[in-house]
């Protein structure tokens, strides 16, 4: 046994021997894999937070998603990429844009409670039945003329057989007019 090589002791403690080494080798790759993982690899992504601020302050004032990403300056698709791996941003890019709606709702219930007149009257003309409060009228569905109803072929030929007998019309004036020479009648 003087051939093995001795252990040295680190405060106290000696070094494991071979039949440990596999143990320490599995720890190491797991500490390895764990920082592999925990490293980003490609492209960093450009919805950041003051890209999420962004879009959620233009969604709020009404805007469409098109006029969103122009706002954040990101594609439309990146957008939609995005949506589809976070859900819940889009409910909220959802209910965002019904803001604009829900505050001039607010504004029209503000100027009803200040009685303002022209208010109100707006407000039954859009949202009650017009024959009680608009001036609109309510159309039927039938349109009523002195014309008898034809159907658009018969009308053509109706059209090509007029046509045809004032041209014809036309050409006997223009014969009554002239000499069996072709020389202009004249009058007298």
């Known amino acids: 046994m003087e051939n093995e090589p001795k252990q040295i002791h680190a405060k106290g403690n000696a070094i494991p021997g071979p039949e440990v080494q596999p143990i320490i080798d599995a720890v190491i790759e797991k500490q390895k894999n764990e920082e592999k ?3 980003e690899v490609g492209r960093p992504t450009v919805m950041d937070e003051i890209t999420l601020q962004k879009l959620e302050m233009a969604f709020k004032v009404g805007c469409t998603d098109a006029e969103a990403c ?3 300056d990101i ?4 957008l939609y990429y995005y949506q589809e791996a976070n859900k ?5 890019k959802e ?3 019904k803001r604009p709606v829900l505050k001039a709702r607010q504004v029209v219930v503000g100027a009803l409670e200040n009685n303002d007149l022209p208010t109100a009257k707006w407000y039954l003309e859009k ?12 159309h039927s569905g039938e349109i009523a003329t002195d014309f008898p109803h034809i159907a658009v072929s018969e009308y053509r030929q109706k059209l090509k057989e007029a046509m045809r007998e004032d041209i014809k019309k036309y050409w006997e004036s223009q014969d009554d007019n002239q000499n069996s020479d072709g020389t202009a009648k004249t009058k007298g």
């Open 37 to 39: 993982s925990s490293v």
């Open 70 to 72: 122009f706002y954040a």
């Open 75 to 78: 594609s439309m698709r990146t």
């Open 88 to 92: 819940e941003f889009l409910h909220k």
């Open 95 to 97: 209910l965002w844009k």
């Open 127 to 138: 949202n009650w039945e017009v024959e009680e409060f608009g001036d609109k009228l309510k």
